[in-house]
């Protein structure tokens, strides 16, 4: 994804050493009939075009911009051109056609240094202002060690072209505005994402990656942006947007880190959702779409987790009350609206069941008692057991025991839930038959 970026960027860059090339006007009769003729007025809504007016200087620049030389002789001659005329009404121009050619020569050094050497005597050139602020940025995302210092510069370009913006009048320049756009802003919003200002990167990362929606370099931070610590919950609206965009990552991301980028966009869904049970088409919706859907939209795809009046509503539209466990009673009658919690209640209430919990406590004539697992591991009761006759003293198992028992369900609290059996009775299991005793046979 970075060379395709790269490319468009050379391609910007390339347009402007194609219309760059052609000579400026001279104030002198041009010393070689190959030159140009002089400038002619300029119309009243444009700048005069700058001129030359030493014809040395002039040829010195014709000649190093010569279209039929290659590469590597441009960039001689316009490194001599800026040597011998460091001041030349020229030198922005020459700059500007000598990073492009260091550009199409692939000398990434010397295109940023000339670059710098660009912005540094024409603060608002947008093209050295975007080879800047991408190459920082990009260079810092891949793990250069001085990562924070092109950060930072990267930042510092891309708020300049930003702000020059509004002075721009080159039409090739406006006509892609918003490819350099996002080339500023993409450096903008990593900066602020490493200063973990969270909500300037996601304001200024989300309009690089809706610019470029299969540019993983923006887009996975983007996520990374809105959902920082997926161990602290944000709001509904960032965790949808948080999912989207690593969703949408895991479809850009280099082929060995796919698996690995999907498997921590499905983490979210489901801390989010509660389930993966519809993720398999937010998967895909994302993997096929480009910029976010409208908010709408995306609740749709990613719908929150289930309240627990919700889950308690599914499990009794799923399981009859007689089927369910004596857990799923517990969670109907504390969490469920109250026609649920009729409906478990009224279906077991008076009915003699019969039951295996855990002790907790004893009195002769009361048992506390843990009946669901997570009760029973947190050693706290959520039945009493009520007997009619006190309970001898060598039947009452000691806390902690395993307890099989049966009752009548009288009545229940939800919160903090217990329900009160009544008609207690002991079930103890039959003791295994002895073994038979063999005796040997009296002796003869």
């Known amino acids: 994804m970075k060379k395709i970026l790269l490319t468009v960027v050379l391609g910007v860059a390339g347009v402007a050493v194609a219309q760059n090339a052609t000579p400026p006007a001279q104030s002198q009769p041009a010393a070689t009939p190959a030159a140009p003729a002089p400038a002619q007025a300029a119309a009243p809504a444009q700048a005069a075009a700058p001129v030359i007016k030493d014809p040395a200087e002039y040829n010195a620049y014709v000649a190093a911009v010569d279209p039929a030389k290659d590469a590597n002789a441009h960039i001689s001659g316009l490194e001599a051109f800026l040597a011998q005329y460091p001041n030349s009404v020229m030198k922005n121009q020459a700059l500007e056609v000598l990073m492009g050619t260091y550009q199409q020569a692939g000398n990434s050094k010397k295109t940023l240094e000339t670059a710098t050497k660009l912005v540094t005597a024409d603060s608002c050139n947008i093209r050295g202002l975007a080879l800047l602020a991408y190459f920082d940025r990009v260079l810092a995302q891949n793990g250069d060690p001085n990562a924070t210092q092109l950060l930072a510069d990267g930042k510092k370009y891309g708020q300049q072209g930003l702000d020059c913006f509004p002075k721009v009048t080159d039409a090739d320049i406006l006509k892609n505005k918003d490819q350099m756009t996002s080339i500023f802003k993409a450096a903008i919003g990593m900066a602020c994402l490493q200063a973990k200002d969270y909500p300037c990167a996601i304001e200024n990362l989300k309009a690089a990656a809706d610019g470029n929606p299969t540019d993983f370099s923006v887009v996975y931070p983007l996520a990374l942006s809105y959902w920082p610590d997926p161990k602290t919950p944000v709001s509904p609206e960032n965790s949808r947007d948080a999912i989207w ?193 063999h005796r040997k046979p009296a002796a003869q």
């Open 245 to 437: 965009y690593a969703a949408r990552a895991s479809a850009t991301a280099p082929a060995q880190a796919q698996a690995q980028v999907e498997k921590y966009a499905r983490s979210l869904f489901v801390r989010f959702h509660g389930s993966d049970d519809v993720w398999p088409a937010a998967l895909a919706k994302a993997k096929a779409g480009t910029a976010a859907p409208s908010n709408d939209e995306l609740t749709a795809l990613i719908p929150p987790a289930p309240t627990p009046a919700d889950q308690a509503h599914k499990m009794v539209l799923d399981t009859a009350p007689d089927k369910m466990d004596f857990a799923t009673w517990e969670f109907v009658l504390t969490n469920g609206a109250q026609a649920d919690q009729d409906t478990v209640w009224n279906a077991i209430k008076g009915k003699v069941l019969s039951m295996t919990g855990t002790i907790i406590s004893t009195t002769p004539t009361e048992f506390q008692i843990a009946g669901s697992s997570d009760d029973i591991d947190a050693k706290k009761a959520d039945i009493t057991l009520q007997f009619e006759e006190k309970v001898t003293a060598r039947l009452i198992p000691k806390d902690g025991a395993s307890f099989d028992f049966r009752g009548t369900p009288a009545s229940y609290t939800p919160n903090p839930f217990m329900m009160v059996m009544e008609k207690g009775v002991i079930l103890t299991k039959a003791a295994p038959p002895k073994p038979p005793v």
